[in-house]
């Protein structure tokens, strides 16, 4: 059974940074391919970013290229977020997720706001 833990959410304001995290196991992490989603208030989950096992490859989605950095630690089995000149439009609750999963976390809640 995978178990995500996500952490490092909270309230910023605007072009302010965040570094999310997230302890995996119940899994090989090494061996598995891991993700970044998001859920705006009132809107359907959707994809931020993906990093292969390695941690050599990553995509983004258009809306956080250049500004998020997707990244691991494979000794700590931990996944990271890192969040740059953050928007509004950012907001939501944050999870990770395992490409070879349908378990999800409780999420990290992050508030982009003045």
């Known amino acids: 059974q995978v178990q995500l833990a996500e952490s490092g959410g909270g309230l910023v304001q605007p072009g302010k940074s965040l570094r999310l995290s997230c302890v995996v196991s119940?899994?090989?992490?090494?061996?598995?391919?891991m993700d970044w989603y998001r859920q705006p208030p009132g809107k359907q989950r959707e994809w931020v970013a993906t990093?292969?096992?390695?941690?050599?490859?990553?995509w983004y989605a258009d809306s956080v290229q250049a500004r998020f950095a997707i990244s691991r630690d494979n000794a700590k089995n931990t996944l990271y977020l890192q969040m740059n000149n953050l928007k509004p439009e950012d907001t939501g609750v944050y999870y990770c997720?395992?490409?070879?999963?349908?378990?999800w976390g409780q999420g990290t809640q992050v508030t982009v706001s003045s």
């Open positions: 119940g899994i090989a992490f090494r061996a598995s391919g």
């Open positions: 990093i292969t096992s390695g941690g050599l490859t990553a």
């Open positions: 997720h395992a490409s070879d999963s349908v378990e």
